[in-house]
């Protein structure tokens, strides 16, 4: 038989004391403090309400802050990541308009990062015959990802277009597109720029 060597008292003592300072310190990650996680305990933070408004510049808004534009609400000036309801788009991304159901109002849909989406100014002008689109200058700072997705910005048309007909919309520098007339209660047809 081999004879083995007990563990001395002080070495024993070690060996429970850093035992429990394991568990403790695993046990204070697991806990519902304010250590980073989420907090369950029904303890309720208090904000300035200024600070939940949206702000105004659209540039701020990355895809994580955008909903998703297939449930957004459409009135002007708003923007969604995705394509808007009743939209179809081409796969390989593009830009182009369709009437919504609401009257007077644009869907534009562009293709681009979704950190740094190309959204739609939410009033459009005319000029001749042709309805006028601008979008947002995103800074040339701006880190963006590389990803190609869509986004739908909501568009006010001014009350002297007549949607009953097709519509020439100029979508800034991405080209113009004939928007076929209005559906009454449904989304329309979607015209694109031709790529």
Not at 9 to 28: D, F, K, Y
Not at 78 to 99: S, V
Request: charged share 20%; aromatic share 4%.
């Amino acid at each position: 038989m081999v004879a083995t060597r007990r563990p001395s008292r002080a070495a024993r003592a070690s060996s429970a004391l850093a035992l429990a300072l394991a568990v403790a310190t695993l046990g204070a990650c697991a806990s519902e403090t304010d250590g980073g996680g989420d907090d369950t305990t029904g303890a309720t933070e208090t904000t300035d309400d200024a600070s939940e408004e949206p702000s105004d510049d659209a540039t701020t808004d990355d895809a994580e802050g955008l909903p998703d534009a297939a449930t957004m609400a459409v009135e002007a000036g708003a923007h969604g990541r995705g394509l808007g309801p009743g939209i179809d788009g081409p796969t390989e991304g593009g830009t182009g308009a369709a009437w919504s159901a609401e009257p007077g109002l644009l869907f534009v849909v562009t293709h681009g990062s979704s950190t740094c989406p190309v959204l739609a100014e939410p009033d459009a002008e005319v000029e001749g015959s042709d309805v006028l689109v601008t979008f947002v200058d995103i800074p040339a700072d701006t880190p963006c990802t590389m990803d190609y997705v869509p986004s739908t910005s909501v568009v006010a048309v001014p009350d002297d277009v007549d949607p009953s007909g097709e519509v020439s919309v100029v979508l800034g520098t991405f080209g113009t597109v004939v928007v076929p007339p209005a559906a009454d209660g449904a989304t329309g047809e979607s015209a694109w720029v031709a790529q």
